[in-house]
C-alpha cells in the first residue's frame, strides 16, 4: 500500500480528536481567558498562577529577566501582578510555557525549533515596542501577544513531525528544505485554526492566517506590526529568505505605522539583542 504523502498526514494528525501536543498550557490560556471577564481581578489571576508552582516560577524568572525587570526584583506573583499589570503578567505566562514547547528529542526538528523560539520572542517584543512608539499604546499588551502567537502554526506542525518521529524510534529523518516548505505552506492555516481552538480573541487567529497575504489591510494596525517585524528579522537573519533590497521604511506597514527611520534602527538593534538573549529568558 502506497504512503500517504506527509501533507496528507499532518492534516489528519491536526485533525485528530485525541492528539495531544505540548502546545499550550491550561492555566496560561485560563489567564487570557480571565482577561476578558469582568468579573475577574488581580486575586483571581493570582490564584491561577499559584495552582501551578512551577509556572509561578517560571513566570518570576521572565519577570526578572533583562527584558522585563525594573530597577527591583519581584520576589511574588501580586508584586509581579501589581508592577506589571495583568495582561502582561498573563502574557508573561504564555512566554514562559511556550518557550517549554519548543524542544525535541529530534537534532533535525530541535534545529527548527530554537530559531523559531528566537523569532517568536523577538516579534513579540518587536511589537509591543512598536505600539509603544507609535501611538498605539493602548494596544501594546495585544501586539505582545500577536507578535508572539503569529507563527503558532508552524510549532504545531513540528510538534506532529516530533510525534511521528518518536512514534517510530526517531528514524524517521526529515530534510531541513522539506521541513522548510512544509511549515512555509501550511503554518496559516493550522495556526488560524489552533488559536480558534484555544478560544482567544479571534484578532490573533486572524494575523495568524493572513499576515502572509500579499497585500496590507490598512486598518490592521497589529498585522502590519507583525510584518513588520517579520520584514526587520529577515533583514537581520533571525528568520530564513531573501532579504536583499529591503528598505523598512519604504513598506506599506512602516507607512500605515508612521515609523520613523531612526525608530526603525532602533528596532532592529533592539531584535538582534532579543536573539541573543532569547534562549535565558
Given at each position: 500500500?502506497?504512503?500517504?504523502?506527509?501533507?496528507?498526514?499532518?492534516?489528519?494528525?491536526?485533525?485528530?480528536?485525541?492528539?495531544?501536543?505540548?502546545?499550550?498550557?491550561?492555566?496560561a490560556?485560563?489567564?487570557?481567558?480571565?482577561?476578558?471577564?469582568?468579573?475577574?481581578?488581580?486575586?483571581?489571576?493570582e490564584?491561577?498562577?499559584?495552582?501551578?508552582?512551577a509556572?509561578a516560577?517560571?513566570?518570576?524568572?521572565?519577570?526578572?529577566?533583562?527584558?522585563?525587570a525594573?530597577?527591583?526584583?519581584?520576589e511574588?506573583?501580586?508584586r509581579?501582578l501589581?508592577?506589571l499589570?495583568?495582561?502582561?503578567?498573563?502574557n508573561?505566562?504564555?512566554?514562559?510555557?511556550?518557550q517549554a514547547?519548543?524542544t525535541?528529542?529530534n537534532k533535525?526538528?530541535a534545529?527548527?525549533?530554537?530559531?523559531?523560539?528566537?523569532?517568536?520572542?523577538?516579534?513579540?517584543?518587536?511589537?509591543?515596542w512598536i505600539?509603544r512608539?507609535?501611538?498605539?499604546?493602548?494596544?501594546?499588551?495585544?501586539?505582545?501577544?500577536?507578535?508572539?502567537?503569529?507563527?503558532?502554526?508552524?510549532?504545531?506542525?513540528?510538534?506532529?513531525?516530533d510525534?511521528?518521529?518518536?512514534?517510530?524510534?526517531?528514524?524517521?529523518?526529515?530534510?531541513?528544505?522539506?521541513i522548510?516548505?512544509?511549515?512555509?505552506?501550511?503554518?496559516?492555516?493550522?495556526?488560524?485554526?489552533?488559536?480558534?481552538?484555544?478560544n482567544?480573541p479571534?484578532?490573533?487567529?486572524?494575523?495568524?492566517r493572513d499576515h502572509?497575504?500579499?497585500?496590507l489591510d490598512?486598518?490592521?494596525?497589529?498585522i502590519?506590526?507583525v510584518?513588520?517585524?517579520?520584514?526587520?528579522?529577515l533583514?537581520?537573519?533571525?528568520?530564513?529568505?531573501?532579504s536583499?533590497?529591503?528598505?523598512?521604511?519604504?513598506?506599506?506597514?512602516?507607512?500605515?505605522?508612521?515609523?520613523?527611520?531612526i525608530?526603525?534602527?532602533e528596532?532592529?538593534?533592539?531584535?538582534?539583542?532579543t536573539?541573543?538573549q532569547a534562549i535565558?529568558?
Open positions: 500500500m502506497a504512503r500517504k504523502p506527509l501533507r496528507e498526514l499532518i492534516d489528519e494528525r491536526i485533525q485528530e480528536d485525541n492528539l495531544k501536543l505540548p502546545v499550550a498550557h491550561n492555566i490560556l485560563k489567564l487570557q481567558q480571565a482577561l476578558r471577564d469582568p468579573k475577574s481581578d488581580a486575586k483571581t489571576m490564584r491561577l498562577i499559584l495552582e501551578d508552582q509556572l516560577g517560571q513566570i518570576l524568572k521572565v519577570a526578572n529577566s533583562a527584558f522585563f525594573g530597577l527591583n526584583k519581584v511574588t506573583i501580586q509581579a501589581v508592577r499589570g495583568l495582561k502582561q503578567v498573563a508573561l505566562a504564555m512566554v514562559a510555557t511556550q514547547a519548543y525535541s528529542k533535525m526538528l534545529s527548527h525549533m530554537e530559531p523559531l523560539w528566537k523569532q517568536s520572542l523577538a516579534s513579540a517584543i518587536g511589537c509591543q505600539a512608539r507609535t501611538g498605539f499604546r493602548d494596544r501594546a499588551d495585544e501586539a505582545f501577544l500577536a507578535g508572539l502567537l503569529h507563527d503558532i502554526g508552524k510549532l504545531l506542525i513540528l510538534k506532529v513531525l510525534e511521528i518521529a518518536s512514534e517510530q524510534g526517531n528514524t524517521t529523518q526529515f530534510s531541513a528544505p522539506l522548510r516548505e512544509i511549515l512555509d505552506n501550511m503554518h496559516n492555516e493550522h495556526g488560524h485554526a489552533l488559536l480558534m481552538k484555544w482567544l479571534e484578532i490573533y487567529a486572524v494575523i495568524a502572509h497575504q500579499e497585500t490598512p486598518n490592521n494596525v497589529l502590519a506590526m510584518r513588520l517585524v517579520d520584514l526587520v528579522c533583514k537581520i537573519g533571525l528568520e530564513p529568505g531573501e536583499e533590497g529591503i528598505v523598512l521604511a519604504a513598506t506599506p506597514e512602516a507607512q500605515v505605522l508612521g515609523i520613523s527611520e525608530h526603525l534602527a528596532l532592529e538593534i533592539l531584535l538582534e539583542d536573539a541573543q535565558a529568558a
